[in-house]
């Protein structure tokens, strides 16, 4: 059985995300995060949504190498959530990581075929991934 304190937290993460007050929020998703690897009773979908969350705040900070950490992280919690593949993906693709992008994206569409930024992702991928081969680089 989940604390209620512990979704409490959880709600009260997504509401300082959803009004983009990110450093509180991440503060309670990381709260959130540690209680719930602690107690171990936390719902998986709870914790993997945490987990993309906060990557996405660490994105926006453009602190990519733990974005990648946090999206990984959600992915393992619960592997069937796209969310993550496609935020990861991103992350991948503006790095000029075009294989492990193209994998995410892939996954994404796996997942869910009908997410049309995805499919909108794996295309640019493939097409940058051409070009920087033909280029040589």
Do not use: W
Not at 61 to 71: H, L
Not at 122 to 129: W, Y
């Amino acid at each position: 059985m989940e604390e209620p304190d512990l979704s409490d937290t959880l709600r009260e993460a997504h509401s300082h995300f959803h009004q983009h007050d990110f450093k509180q929020a991440e503060q309670l998703y990381s709260h959130f995060i540690s209680r719930c690897l602690l107690s171990r009773s936390c719902d998986t979908s709870d914790l993997a949504t945490a987990y993309n969350n906060r990557g996405q705040i660490r994105y926006l900070r453009v602190n990519f190498t733990e974005a990648v950490e946090d999206y990984t992280c959600a992915i393992q919690a619960q592997g069937e959530f796209e969310i993550p593949y496609y935020n990861r993906g991103l992350i991948h693709y503006r790095l000029g990581f075009y294989d492990d992008a193209k994998k995410d994206f892939e996954e994404t569409l796996r997942l869910n075929p009908d997410f049309e930024e995805a499919k909108v992702s794996l295309h640019q991928t493939l097409l940058d991934q051409k070009h920087k081969e033909t280029r040589g680089y």
